[in-house]
Nanobody, 119 residues
Framework: QVQLVESGGGLVQPGGSLRLSCAAS????????MGWYRQAPGLQRELVAA???????KYADSVRGRFTISRDNAKNTVYLRMNSLKPEDTAVYSC?????????????WGQGTQVTVSS
């Protein structure tokens, strides 16, 4: 099993920055991908950014160039650096880990952290 604990959300003005952290514990060696998703009220959850064990990254078009995902394998932590934040970035951000469990793969989710971009 894998457990995820997020931190770093909050209220920020438009144009500001925040950094989210997601610390993994448990069977961390089974994790192969980690990412951040977000869900705004009335909208479906969407992938924001993801990073593989090897460091390959992908981003949603709406955040590319503003957000950076990184991974510190020594600390079993994934970060999401968010710059030039816009009101439309307001959402609950959730960390996700995809991991192997025997012959299958599973998803683990963090508890979610609120990010509010408002003046």
């Amino acid at each position: 099993q894998v457990q995820l604990v997020e931190s770093g959300g909050g209220l920020v003005q438009p144009g500001g920055s925040l950094r989210l952290s997601c610390a993994a514990s448990g069977n961390i060696f089974s994790i192969y991908d980690m990412g951040w998703y977000r869900q705004a009220p009335g909208l479906q959850r969407e992938l924001v950014a993801a990073i593989s064990r090897g460091g390959s990254t992908k981003y949603a078009d709406s955040v590319r160039g503003r957000f950076t995902i990184s991974r510190d394998n020594a600390k079993n932590t994934v970060y999401l650096r968010m710059n030039s934040l816009k009101p439309e970035d307001t959402a609950v951000y959730s960390c996700n880990a995809k991991y192997y469990s025997g012959p299958s793969t599973n998803d683990c989710w963090g508890q979610g952290t609120q990010v509010t971009v408002s003046s």
